[in-house]
């Protein structure tokens, strides 16, 4: 049995990281995460979550360079987080809850899904380098 990959998005836009409010299954309603899904069989990982965040937020993306190391979801499945940037379209929460733009200092104040937590340093030292780019962004 092949291994599941599920892939998520750390698209970042003015210093701040897009977060999704998980609608479902019960046991993570509520709970915040990168959005993203799973890669179907002969995807690659940068095409499941390009379509994905099509699908999840109606834009249009390039997958750039992977964020932290890869979390184990199960003994078969794993979670990869990567960097994306906006091509195209207008975020809009189509299979979530809610959507939030958080700033570096709010990463910890959230409730994360338990599988996106492992990111949060480098998703702060995301912000960090994304903030440090853009003078005058504070």
Not at 27 to 32: N, T
Not at 34 to 56: F, M, Q
Not at 70 to 95: F, K, N
Request: glycine content about 10%; aromatic content about 4%.
């Amino acid at each position: 049995m092949s291994n599941l990959i599920v892939v998520a998005g750390a698209l970042v836009e003015r210093g701040a990281l897009l977060v999704a409010q998980r609608a479902r299954p019960p046991e993570l309603a509520g709970l915040w995460e990168l959005p993203g899904g799973k890669v179907a069989p002969g995807e690659t990982d940068e095409s499941a979550l390009a379509r994905e965040l099509n699908e999840e937020l109606g834009v249009d993306v390039t997958v750039g360079a992977r964020v932290g190391a890869e979390v184990a979801l199960s003994p078969t499945a794993c979670l990869r987080a990567y960097v994306v940037t906006r091509t195209g379209g207008v975020v809009a929460p189509h299979d979530h809850r809610a959507l939030r733009w958080v700033r570096g200092a709010e990463l910890a104040d959230l409730p994360w899904v338990p599988a996106d937590r492992a990111w949060l340093p480098d998703l702060g030292r995301l912000l960090d380098a994304e903030d440090f780019g853009h003078p005058g962004s504070d």
